[in-house]
C-alpha cells in the first residue's frame, strides 16, 4: 500500500507564491511511477494541475503553464513530489491533491491541502 502526505497549503495573497510537498510512504512505494497533482474548486469537479514520470517528464494545464513548477525527489528510497506555485491567482483556489500511481495499476490519493488565494 501507498499512504500521500500533503502539506504546504495555506492562504496567500493574489501574485504570490506556496509550494506544495507530498511524501509517499508505505510498503510499496519503490514501485510508484507517476506522480501528480489535482485540484478540487467548490462545485467544479477534479482537475488535473501537473504530473510528472519516474523519468521527470513534466506535463502541466494550459491554466498553470509558466506559474507552477511540478519536481520529484527519488533519492534515497524515498518518493517525494513538489508543487512550486508562483504568480498565484484567486482562481487558483481549490484544495490540492497529490496522486501516486503505480507500475502494476494502482491509483492512490492524499488526503488533500487547502490553496486559498486572496484578491
Known amino acids: 500500500q501507498v499512504q500521500l502526505v500533503e502539506s504546504g497549503g495555506g492562504l496567500v495573497q493574489a501574485g504570490g507564491s506556496l509550494r506544495l510537498s507530498c511524501s509517499a510512504s508505505?510498503?510499496?512505494?519503490?514501485?510508484?511511477?507517476?506522480m501528480g497533482w489535482y485540484r478540487q474548486a467548490p462545485g467544479k469537479q477534479r482537475e488535473l494541475v501537473a504530473t510528472?514520470?519516474?523519468?521527470?517528464?513534466?506535463?502541466?494545464a494550459d491554466s498553470v503553464k509558466d506559474r507552477f513548477t511540478i519536481s520529484r525527489d527519488n533519492a534515497d528510497g524515498k518518493k517525494t513530489v513538489y508543487l512550486q506555485m508562483n504568480s498565484l491567482k484567486p482562481e487558483d483556489t481549490a484544495v490540492y491533491y497529490c496522486n501516486a500511481n503505480t507500475k502494476i495499476g494502482n491509483d492512490y490519493w492524499g488526503q488533500g491541502t487547502q490553496v486559498t488565494v486572496s484578491s
Open positions: 508505505g510498503s510499496i512505494i519503490f514501485i510508484i511511477n507517476g
Open positions: 510528472i514520470t519516474d523519468t521527470r517528464r513534466a506535463n502541466y
